[in-house]
């Protein structure tokens, strides 16, 4: 670690996974060309983890944390250890690896290469836009600003949950209570998410979730697929954010708001670029997703079947079904 420049911006990264990480931890001194600062959660009771050996590192610190919420909640814990510096700018990266999935690996190097797309003066393009447009809040993985429509059946309830929380904070900070329930159909429509839970992000865009304790949303691993706080989560980094005034992008659209950040673009012109330069050819969207959504009570009655299983039941499924499920 060395002295200098101050960090612009800040890592936060879940290992779950020694081996992955470093496999990830080269590709950060690969890659990286600027200050920054690294904040590393592990499982309780696990050893230290490889560090990256780049100069422009400018401070690690290591938090353990209780095997709960995936990398979710652990995300969450270190947005507000006291062991963290002061940022700005945060990258919010994990050692995923979906081992129901054969192609796991190959989608967290996905997630992870685009999230460290560079730009020609070796600056990192989500970093070098959430510095130059305060108007976004959330860049997400090429191709993965996903449609929330038809991908909330398992994990409605919590996300409402999380919802009324986060209304009920806003109320109570302008002196009165939450009106209603939120109206779930009013929540999804038209919104997204960044699927894989890996993204850029404005500190200032993560105050509701940061002022806010979820902990007890969140239940102990058991291998869930979906239906769990941390699922739910996924699905409302991206609502959250908007909630809190600002756009949640995704990195195919960085060159294109780069291009016009002279032109004083206003929100809703802002908006409507970020749309009109989605990428649709995610290559990692699963091949039944399109089946479940247009029938989501089976898709309940299959979860109910699958979490109640045997874990042996469970692995024989998982090593059938690989990718499909």
Request: aromatic share 8%; charged share 25%; hydrophobic share 40%.
């Amino acid at each position: 670690m060395t002295e200098g420049r101050p960090a612009d911006f800040t890592i936060f990264a879940h290992v779950f996974y020694p081996d992955t990480w470093e496999e990830m931890v080269s590709d950060l001194d690969a890659v990286i060309r600027q200050p920054f600062n690294l904040v590393i959660t592990r499982p309780t009771g696990s050893s230290a983890v490889a560090r990256p050996q780049s100069a422009y590192l400018r401070f690690v610190t290591e938090i353990e944390v209780e095997n709960r919420g995936r990398d979710i909640l652990p995300f969450l814990t270190a947005l507000k250890h006291p062991t963290v510096k002061s940022f700005d700018i945060g990258l919010k990266i994990h050692t995923k690896r979906s081992p129901h999935r054969r192609d796991g690996n190959g989608w967290r190097q996905f997630l992870v290469g685009s999230l460290l797309d560079t730009e020609d003066d070796g600056c990192l393009s989500g970093q070098k836009l959430l510095a130059c447009e305060p108007a976004i809040g959330l860049i997400a993985p090429r191709a993965h600003l996903l449609p929330l429509g038809g991908r909330t059946a398992l994990n409605e309830k919590t996300m409402m949950q999380i919802l009324q929380r986060i209304e009920n904070l806003h109320a109570s900070e302008k002196g009165g209570v939450a009106s209603r329930e939120c109206d779930f159909p009013d929540l999804v429509e038209g919104r997204r998410f960044s699927a894989g839970a890996m993204f850029w992000f404005r500190r200032t865009a993560m105050k509701t979730v940061t002022d806010i304790d979820f902990t007890d949303l969140f239940v102990r691993e058991s291998g869930q697929l979906d239906g769990t706080a941390a699922h739910a989560f996924e699905r409302m980094f991206a609502v959250t954010v908007e909630r809190e005034g600002m756009i949640a992008a995704a990195m195919e659209n960085v060159r294109a708001i780069l291009d016009h950040r002279d032109a004083s673009l206003s929100r809703r012109e802002l908006t409507q670029l970020v749309n009109d330069s989605l990428a649709h050819d995610n290559p990692f969207v699963l091949p039944l997703a399109d089946f479940w959504r247009r029938h989501p009570t089976l898709l309940k009655l299959a979860h109910g079947i699958y979490t109640n299983l045997p874990q042996s039941s469970v692995r024989l499924l998982r090593r059938s079904l690989g990718r499909g499920w």
